[in-house]
């Protein structure tokens, strides 16, 4: 029995694909085969399994685990909820590993999976070899150790009093929006246990997503959040995507407070506690992030965009305290090292306690840059590591200032410009920022040309 996954579904952090298109249960099951397959040869035997409310979720986790069954492993389903509360149960249920079905931040007819083995991410080559054992049928069976089995358990309120847990964190008035995705409940469950005035928006866990898209990087889905704050004079409003990894945010003014802004409140407050720390953040980030880190003492580290090579750093560096544009924010500080949005959201409560100043100060303080969103582009899936290549060779050739993390990190006097290849879609990523608009379109220009020496115009914004 051999199984052969869509082209398009083994990405570089997860796997992902169209229900009914690219993705289906014979995919699920042959997922979960491998996977178990893998924990078994590693001398294991338990996986925990959780999904985000999407329609087809159910269906992908009885699938699931099927396969991990068949492979003679046995599937701890801690149900519907979002990705950190996977990760919790993977970090401590007696388990050798955990899968979430998942489509993220993606359209409600998209669905995947997010993994954790062994207390490590698990992706890249991880995920291509789940690819190569199916094509191959190299799978475990139930004749070789018994069949396995499937226990479901509740960890919500466990995973809750883990997030309030040594809370030290004044009362605000905060506005909260679920986005209909996966983490409204945890967010009831959470809210009731804080101190403070709580106003929800959302928390209906609805695949079909009625209200707005679950992405809080997309400003106009922050919309919603920005009229509650605005009309109940808020201290601030926090936004999750649709399976509670990634966090949003406002201020009581209604500006947005992007992933690396995010970043520097956070870090004022760790490097307190850590003074010296490394503290790790994605080659989108503003270098306003990277300056404020040394300032405060710490180590800024620049790494790859990716939520499991940024966790794989923070384990290798020690580091307490990672994040990325996207609003990945990831705590080993008095935490588990994973991207937790709720608790992400606690602790904004708790540094703006601990700095003695409100979210929007924290927010006004910040030194004003010009900047572009993060631009996408579609790219035919072939060209586009080689057009990050041949821009790169350029680049050094003419002498330019260039860091090579991730795709081109371009420093100039009038500030700095990024392109790279999404490693989850044909997309072409960039990004600038600068000092005035007038540098700005310096630094745009500059992309446009780099691009244009490659046979490619920076076309319309691709969707996410």
Excluded: C
């Excluded at 580091?319 to 959201?345: K, Q, W």
């Amino acid at each position: 029995m051999t199984h052969n996954f869509h082209p398009t579904m083994l990405r570089e952090y997860d796997i992902r694909g169209v229900v009914g298109d690219t993705l289906s249960d014979k995919d699920a099951y042959a997922i979960g085969r491998s996977f178990a397959t893998l924990v078994r040869r590693a001398g294991g035997k338990r996986i925990a399994v959780g999904y985000d409310g999407r329609l087809s979720s159910p269906m992908l986790a009885d699938a699931l685990i099927a396969g991990i069954n068949d492979a003679g492993a046995d599937a701890l389903n801690v149900g519907l909820g979002p990705t950190p509360m996977l990760y919790y149960a993977a970090s401590t249920e007696d388990v050798e590993g955990g899968i979430q079905i998942t489509g993220s931040h993606n359209p409600p007819d998209y669905n995947g999976f997010k993994f954790v083995m062994q207390g490590r991410p698990f992706y890249g080559a991880d995920i291509l070899g789940i690819g190569e054992m199916a094509a191959a049928g190299d799978w475990e069976s139930v004749d070789v150790g018994g069949e396995g089995t499937s226990q479901s358990i509740d960890i919500v309120d466990a995973y809750v009093d883990r997030l309030v847990e040594g809370f030290a964190g004044g009362a605000f008035r905060i506005g909260w929006d679920a986005g209909n995705g996966a983490a409204g409940t945890v967010i009831e469950k959470l809210t009731a246990r804080l101190p403070g005035e709580h106003h929800l928006l959302f928390t209906d866990i609805d695949g079909h997503f009625p209200n707005h898209h679950p992405d809080p990087t997309e400003e106009k889905n922050l919309a919603d959040l920005r009229k509650l704050v605005a009309e109940k004079s808020l201290d601030f409003g926090v936004a999750f995507d649709g399976d509670g990894d990634r966090i949003g945010a406002i201020d009581g003014e209604g500006r947005v407070i992007w992933g690396d802004q995010l970043l520097q409140i956070y870090a004022a407050a760790v490097l307190k506690d850590l003074p010296g720390a490394t503290v790790i953040a994605d080659v989108k980030a503003s270098q306003a992030l990277f300056d404020r880190v040394a300032e405060l003492g710490g180590k800024p580290l620049m790494w790859k965009t990716g939520h499991s090579l940024i966790k794989a750093k923070m384990k290798e560096t020690g580091s307490p305290l990672a994040g990325e544009m996207s609003g990945h924010i990831f705590f080993a500080d008095r935490y588990y090292g994973y991207d937790d949005a709720p608790y992400a959201a606690v602790r904004l409560i708790e540094a703006a306690t601990k700095l003695g100043q409100s979210v929007t100060e924290l927010r006004g303080n910040m030194a004003p840059m010009v900047n572009t969103p993060e631009m996408r582009f579609q790219v035919d899936e072939s060209r586009k590591f080689a057009i990050v290549d041949e821009v790169l060779d350029r680049l050094t050739a003419s002498g330019a200032q260039v860091d090579r993390t991730d795709g081109a990190r371009v420093l100039t006097d009038d500030g700095w410009w990024l392109l790279r290849a999404s490693n989850t879609q044909d997309v072409l990523v960039a990004r600038a920022e600068a000092k005035d608009e007038a540098a700005l379109a310096r630094l745009l220009a500059a992309i446009d040309e780099q691009l244009a020496l490659s046979g490619i115009v920076r076309g319309p914004q691709a969707a996410h």
